[in-house]
C-alpha cells in the first residue's frame, strides 16, 4: 500500500511538471515581450505607489494611467524613431549613386591616389571595382533589411500587445505575485529578498547603463561632427543620441552617413577622421554600458559584458534587459550556495550586503532562544 502510494506521487509530480514544461515550451516565443513588461512594470513600479494615494477614490486607476503614460512617453516616441531611422537609412541608400561612384572612380585616378595604392600593392583598377560591389553589396543589404521588417510587421505588433497587457497587468496584480512567489519559495525568506533585491539593481543598472552610453555616445558623435566641420552637426547629434537608444542600430546612421558624405565631397581626411570617430563612438558602448551595469548592480564588468552580448544573440534587442537580470539570478543562485560554507562568489550583486528589506513582514521571525536541557543549573 504505502509503495502504491508512493508510486502515485512520483507519478503525480512527473505529470505536473510535464504540464509545466509543455505550457512554457508553447509559450516559449511570447515570453520575450513579456518578460520586457515586467521589468519595465518594476522600474514604474514606485511611481505608481505615489500616484495612488493622489487619486483618492479612483485609485485603480493607478495601473491604466501609468501604463498608459510609459506609452505615450517612452514606447510611442521610440517606434517613430526607429521608423524613422529606417526610413531614411532606406531612402538615403535607394538614391541614383551612379554619379557618386563615378566621383569616387574619378578620385582613385588621381596620381596621388594611384601612388598611395601601388605602394601599398593594390591596383586602381582592383580597388574602383571593389568599390562599386561595395555599393552594389550595401543596396542589396539595406533592400532586404527594410523587407525583413515589412515583413515582421505583425509579430512586432503582437509584441507590442503582450507588452502592453503583461505591462498593466503586472502593475495592478504584480503585489499578489510577489507574494505568492514568496508563499512558493523553496529558500528562506532572506534569500528571496536578496534575489529580489538583485534583480532591481540589475534593472535599474541597465537603465542607467543605457541612459549613460546614449550621453556619451551623443557627446562624442556631435564632438566629432563639428570637427569635422559637417553640416547640421548639432542636429545630427542630437539625433545620434536618440538613435543610441535604439539596440542593433546605434550612432551608426549618422556616423556612417556623415563619412560617406565627406568622402564623396572630396574631403578624405575628414572623411578618414570621421570613421575613426565611428569606431571609437561604437566601442564606447562596450565600455561605458557594463561599467555603469557594474557599479549599480555589484555585477563584475567581464560578467555584465558577457551578459548583455549573451542576452543580444539569445534574446534579441530585449537582451540588453533580460541578459543581466539572468546572469544576477544565476551570481545569486552561486552566492546562496556559497554562503552556506562562508564563501560567496564576489562577482555578483549583494555579495556582502544584507537585503533592505529584511525587516519587511515577509521576513520571518528570529528562532527562540535555546532553552537549557532539563536538569541543568543556570549559570551563577
Not at 532586404?144 to 497587457?165: K, N, S
Not at 557599479?295 to 558577457?306: C, K, Q, R, T, V
Not at 551570481?331 to 556559497?338: D, I, K
Request: proline share 7%; charged share 10%; aromatic share 8%.
Amino acid at each position: 500500500m504505502q509503495q502504491e502510494t508512493q508510486s502515485d506521487r512520483w507519478l503525480s509530480f512527473a505529470l505536473r511538471g510535464a504540464l509545466i514544461a509543455l505550457f512554457f515550451w508553447m509559450v516559449k516565443g511570447l515570453l520575450v515581450p513579456v518578460l520586457l513588461g515586467g521589468l519595465v512594470a518594476l522600474l514604474v513600479s514606485p511611481l505608481q505607489r505615489r500616484l495612488s494615494p493622489r487619486l483618492g477614490r479612483f485609485r485603480q486607476l493607478a495601473p491604466a494611467i501609468s501604463t498608459a503614460s510609459v506609452i505615450i512617453l517612452v514606447c510611442i516616441p521610440l517606434a517613430v524613431i526607429i521608423i524613422e531611422a529606417s526610413a531614411s537609412i532606406s531612402r538615403f541608400f535607394a538614391r541614383d549613386w551612379s554619379n557618386t561612384i563615378e566621383r569616387v572612380q574619378g578620385l582613385l585616378n588621381d596620381g596621388r591616389i594611384t601612388g598611395l595604392l601601388n605602394r601599398a600593392g593594390l591596383s586602381g583598377d582592383d580597388v574602383r571595382t571593389y568599390v562599386g560591389n561595395l555599393f552594389q553589396r550595401v543596396g542589396s543589404s539595406i533592400a532586404g533589411f527594410a523587407g525583413g521588417m515589412v515583413a515582421a510587421v505583425p509579430q512586432t505588433i503582437v509584441d507590442a500587445f503582450l507588452f502592453i497587457v503583461a505591462l498593466y497587468y503586472l502593475l495592478r496584480d504584480g503585489g499578489m505575485l510577489l507574494r505568492w512567489l514568496l508563499t512558493q519559495s523553496p529558500f528562506r525568506n532572506e534569500e528571496t529578498d536578496v534575489l529580489f533585491a538583485s534583480i532591481q539593481d540589475t534593472v535599474h543598472g541597465a537603465v542607467l547603463g543605457l541612459l549613460a552610453t546614449a550621453a556619451v555616445q551623443g557627446t562624442l558623435t556631435t564632438v566629432a561632427l563639428f570637427a569635422c566641420k559637417v553640416p547640421g552637426a548639432f542636429l545630427f547629434g542630437l539625433l545620434a543620441t536618440l538613435l543610441s537608444l535604439v539596440p542593433m542600430i546605434g550612432t551608426t546612421p549618422v556616423t556612417l552617413g556623415a563619412a560617406i558624405y565627406l568622402f564623396v565631397i572630396g574631403r578624405i581626411g575628414a572623411g578618414i577622421g570621421m570613421c575613426a570617430a565611428a569606431v571609437v563612438v561604437g566601442l564606447s558602448d562596450n565600455v561605458i554600458r557594463p561599467w555603469v551595469q557594474s557599479s549599480h548592480g555589484g555585477m563584475h564588468p567581464l560578467i555584465a559584458l558577457l551578459a548583455i552580448f549573451g542576452g543580444l544573440e539569445l534574446f534579441g534587442a530585449a537582451g540588453i534587459f533580460i541578459g543581466p537580470v539572468v546572469a544576477a539570478i544565476v551570481l545569486w543562485a552561486v552566492n546562496t550556495r556559497g554562503s552556506v560554507s562562508g564563501s560567496g562568489l564576489p562577482l555578483g550583486p549583494h555579495s556582502s550586503r544584507p537585503p533592505a528589506s529584511l525587516g519587511s513582514p515577509t521576513s520571518r521571525p528570529p528562532p527562540p532562544a535555546s532553552r537549557p536541557p532539563p536538569g541543568s543549573r543556570p549559570p551563577v
